[in-house]
């Protein structure tokens, strides 16, 4: 049986640490399926780059960043089946440091690496804690996503 193939879609992430060393998560929900948190997120546009679109979401966002920092996301390629169609996600994560944040905003939710491991409903992918945890590992770089 030959499963449809949806074309590959290109995504910009961002884990955000704030100074207490939380990762910020938010809410994704779709019709017939239960919440999951996932790093904030956003389609890549095919006119921007990575690194710009970095730059919106975090506007966006209006997460209160830091002094630009690295310049090359972390990437990684996701595939799953989803609605009896292989899904693939290349993304681009792009690690930015905090400062004082406020509360969460609707739909957020701040938890510390371990708590990742079981945050309160599914983690997307279920393989994200561990991910995390590799990007993070040592000093997390102070910065944010850097502008063209």
């Given at each position: 049986m030959i499963i449809p193939r949806r074309p590959t879609e290109y995504w910009v992430r961002l884990i955000a640490v704030d100074t207490d060393d939380r990762i910020l998560l938010v809410g994704e929900e779709r019709p017939g399926?239960?919440?999951?948190?996932?790093?904030?997120?956003?389609?890549?546009?095919?006119?921007?780059?990575a690194e710009g679109t970095a730059d919106s979401l975090l506007a966006d966002l209006a997460l209160p960043a830091t002094e630009p920092g690295p310049r090359h996301p972390h990437r990684r390629t996701v595939s799953s089946v989803v609605a009896g169609e292989v899904t693939r996600h290349e993304e681009f994560l792009f690690v930015v440091r905090l400062r004082r944040p406020g509360p969460p905003r609707h739909g957020a939710h701040w938890c510390t690496l371990p708590?990742?491991?079981?945050?309160?409903?599914?983690a997307l992918p279920p393989d994200l804690a561990d991910h995390v945890s590799e990007i993070l590992d040592g000093p997390v770089p102070v910065g944010r996503a850097p502008t063209d």
């Open positions: 399926t239960a919440p999951r948190w996932t790093l904030p997120g956003v389609r890549r546009r095919p006119d921007e780059s708590e990742l491991s079981a945050p309160t409903g599914p």
